[in-house]
């Protein structure tokens, strides 16, 4: 018997409801819902076969296939948590990743190497087959608990370790159940998948369709960067990306006028939005609200939104020039500290409710486990001995009160977001420190425009610039991996005796 409180039950019954109805094209394939639970039930025997037990975590190295979409439904069915793993990440990234989620199993497509993930046993699996997969025996899914874990998605660390976020299938069906509704997804709905598996958008993507008799439509990597012409090749109704494909968009010239007229919804998150941006895109997708979404990986995908009026002439103005983040998803409370924790107009944006997660997975990680709620440096209450779900994420995010709604100003450390991926410097230092030959190292982030922000390294030491170069695209994602590696004789101090990140930023960027 179906639980009820999980994302794969509600995919069950769009499957026993819209059985004919395409819920998933991706590449030159087509998938019913009946064939991509069919798909997803195969997958989930084997699973089972392999001894994948309810509560164990399996990952899923695949990407934009059929085995990728399969396969996020299978481990769920199987009782398991999904732990997305990137075929682009180097192997040493994915094995740290599958060593600290302590994965049983990974689920693969056909094309992957054992090198690329060190975890016994991967399990193959070939979209031609998947594809086409006849029904099987009965595969009843195991029936899960709110409580227990979705899926564990690992971001930067600044200590040097990728720290794994746990997400429970109570957050993310709160999360879903909010956001098709308020975006009125149903069957015709044809939704956008631009995210990786391994960037928490992709949840709202899947399950927002799939939940609904929707269809996901995933573009190739080639398709995502001419996003006007894959809205239109694939009559897309929800677009859902990162702000920056808007200025890529602009940069080939796409957003002309009635660009995009198949648009109804337009969705952006990950990086600022800003008000020329979405200027440009309104442009081109006439028909088609323009929604800025916030929110952390820790609040479930996205907790705030701001929907910019129909009529430009009413679209407020701010003094960074970024459309506000908004407000809080309904159920979820939110308060703006000061840097003595105190209520204030402007300050650090906390948030609690249906879609704060529980915690880091390592109680060892850098900003602690909610397992002692009271690290002030993760959770925040505001009254001694609360309940659990009392207390109060803190993002880490500045903000302030704008016209009655929130506005994004930065960070408060040096977390910064690249391509929508959020990059804590320290974790990039400290690889870079972990080299021969090494003996300091600073990672700035560069603006080169209001939309277009690049990473720099600078060291000290006698390693060889190219070398240091290559052995971090060996650890990091490419998207982590700065753009230059300068040696310095000495990093230069401010007055305090500290490091000073402005001078660095300012000599890398003169000698680019």
């Known amino acids: 018997m179906a639980s009820h409180h999980a994302v794969h039950d509600h995919f069950r019954r769009a499957a026993l409801s819209h059985p004919k109805h395409e819920a998933l094209r991706t590449g030159p394939y087509r998938l019913t819902y009946a064939q991509l639970q069919t798909a997803a039930e195969h997958i989930a025997r084997m699973l089972r076969a392999e001894g994948v037990l309810p509560g164990a975590r399996a990952g899923l190295l695949a990407d934009r296939t059929v085995t990728s979409y399969a396969g996020y439904l299978a481990i769920q069915m199987a009782g398991a948590t999904v732990v997305p793993l990137n075929p682009a990440f180097p192997p040493a990234r994915n094995a740290a990743i599958a060593s600290a989620a302590d994965l ?44 227990d874990y979705a899926y564990i998605l690992f971001t930067s660390g600044s200590t040097g370790t990728p720290k794994g976020v746990p997400i429970r299938h109570r957050n993310v069906t709160a999360y879903v159940q909010h956001m098709r509704e308020r975006y009125r997804i149903g069957p015709g709905s044809r939704i956008s998948q631009t995210f990786d598996l391994t960037f928490d958008p992709s949840v709202f ?5 799939w ?27 929800h677009w859902f990306s990162v702000p920056s494909l808007i200025s890529l968009a602009s940069r080939l010239r796409r957003l002309t006028p009635s660009a995009m007229p198949s648009l109804r919804h337009s969705l952006f998150a990950g990086e600022a939005l800003t008000l020329n941006q979405a200027r440009m895109w309104q442009t081109a997708a006439p028909h088609s609200e323009i929604v800025n979404l916030y929110g952390p ?38 308060a703006i500290l000061d840097g003595h924790l105190r209520r204030a107009h402007e300050g650090e944006l906390v948030i609690r409710g249906p879609q704060r997660f529980p915690g880091y997975l390592d109680p060892n990680a850098d900003t602690g486990h909610f397992a002692d709620p009271g690290n002030a440096r993760t959770f925040r209450s505001q009254g001694h001995d609360a309940p659990d779900d009392h207390w109060y994420y803190r993002t880490g995010d ?18 910064v977001k690249i391509h929508g991926y959020r990059v804590e410097l320290g974790e990039i230092e400290a690889a870079l ?65 500290k490091v000073d990140r402005r001078a660095i930023a300012a000599t890398l960027n003169s000698d680019a």
Do not use: K
């Not at 979209?127 to 099987?136: E, I």
């Not at 439509?217 to 080639?222: D, L, Q």
């Not at 939104?305 to 960074?320: F, G, H, K, Q, S």
């Not at 903000?399 to 960070?411: F, K, N, Q």
């Open 205 to 209: 993507d899947m399950f927002s369709a």
């Open 104 to 147: 049983v199993a990974v689920v693969a497509d056909d094309t992957a190497s054992d090198e690329q993930c060190s975890v016994t046993p991967v399990i193959h699996f070939s979209s031609d087959f998947l594809s086409t997969a006849a029904l099987g025996d009965p595969f009843l899914p195991v029936p899960v608990h709110p409580d």
């Open 433 to 497: 420190r972990d080299q021969p030959g090494v003996h300091a190292a600073i990672v700035v982030s560069v603006e080169l425009s209001n939309t277009r922000t690049e990473l720099r390294a600078a060291y000290v030491g006698e390693a060889d610039s190219s070398t240091a170069c290559e052995l971090l695209r060996q650890r990091l994602p490419a998207y982590m991996v700065p753009s230059t590696v300068t040696r310095l004789d000495a990093l230069p101090l401010n007055a305090n005796g």
């Open 297 to 334: 990986t820790e609040m479930t995908v996205t907790c705030t939104e701001y929907r910019l009026p129909i009529d430009p002439a009413a679209w407020p103005v701010t003094p960074n020039g970024t459309v506000p983040i908004g407000t809080p998803h309904p159920g979820h409370d939110i």
């Open 211 to 237: 939940t609904t008799g929707a269809t996901l439509v995933v573009p190739s990597r080639e398709d995502v960067l001419d996003p006007v012409r894959f809205v239109n090749d694939q009559a897309l109704s």
């Open 398 to 415: 500045r903000v302030r009160w704008h016209d009655g709604v929130l506005l994004h100003l930065g960070r408060l450390d040096e977390q």
